[in-house]
């Protein structure tokens, strides 16, 4: 994060930290200035191209014992995540419903479960379930296996977290390279690292003159 990223998540803060009311008015100004404080791209108009890879509302086409229905995705991205959106409030009778209240507590529950219940009729699960109270915080599940957990497997963020680098970073990951945060590549990686460096140190050892047994064992002491 440069200076230039922390000026536009302040300026975002400013705009919708605390907010509340009505989800359905709010989300999608909330996540296009989200996509702004990012530095990430906005998605397009639904419909300009085939089959929504990112969009608003995306439409999803669910099979059930009556036949089929169409629901709507909050906000979507092929690949990367999938998002639903409630906006609670100070008072009861402010959007989904109290913060700090069961009645609270039990709606962002069945956001979630909203949101796992479409995953299987994607073409591939997004690595991302998000679900995000507009104003307070997201709550975030990460599968590379498209085994989310349930909802206590949440990883709760508040909004003013994005100040924080390593958050900044994670949610531009999210939105722009999901695959970079993806566990098995990292290890893969470092797998890749390791087996270079030790190929490097046997030949470096084979040009001291180290006889190969020898070589092998020192070896396998570095790996132990």
């Known amino acids: ?68 229905s169409t629901n709507y995705a909050d906000f ?5 995540f999938l998002i639903e959106a409630k906006q609670g409030g100070s008072a009861s009778n ?19 479960y909203q949101a796992l219940s479409y995953t299987p009729f994607l073409s591939a699960k997004p690595p991302f379930v998000l679900t995000c109270d507009i104003g307070s915080h997201f709550e975030v599940w990460m599968s590379f296996s498209g085994n989310y957990g349930g909802y206590g497997a949440r990883e709760t963020i508040a909004l ?35 087996a270079d460096t030790l190929a490097k140190l046997a030949r470096w050892l084979e040009e001291q003159g180290h006889e190969p047994q020898e070589a092998s064992s020192f070896l396998m002491r570095c790996i132990f």
């Not at 709010?26 to 969009?55: E, H, S």
């Not at 979507?76 to 990367?80: N, P, R, V, W």
């Not at 994005?162 to 990951?173: I, P, S």
């Open 94 to 112: 402010k959007g989904t419903a109290k913060r700090g209240t069961k009645t609270y507590d039990t709606a962002m529950e069945k956001a979630f």
């Open 160 to 194: 003013d977290r994005l100040l924080d680098d390593k958050v900044f970073d994670r949610f531009v990951a999210i939105f722009s390279d999901p695959q970079s945060l993806n566990p098995e590549k990292y290890r893969a990686k470092v797998t890749r690292e390791v």
């Open 76 to 80: 979507y991205k092929a690949g990367h």
């Open 1 to 68: 994060m440069d200076d230039a990223d922390r000026l536009r998540v302040e300026h975002f803060l400013e705009t919708w930290k605390g907010s509340q009311g009505n989800e359905r008015a709010n989300y999608q100004g909330f996540f296009l200035d989200l996509c702004d404080a990012l530095g990430v791209d906005r998605p397009p108009p639904k419909g300009n191209i085939p089959g929504d890879p990112y969009a608003f509302d995306k439409d999803i086409r669910v099979i059930h014992k009556e036949g089929f």
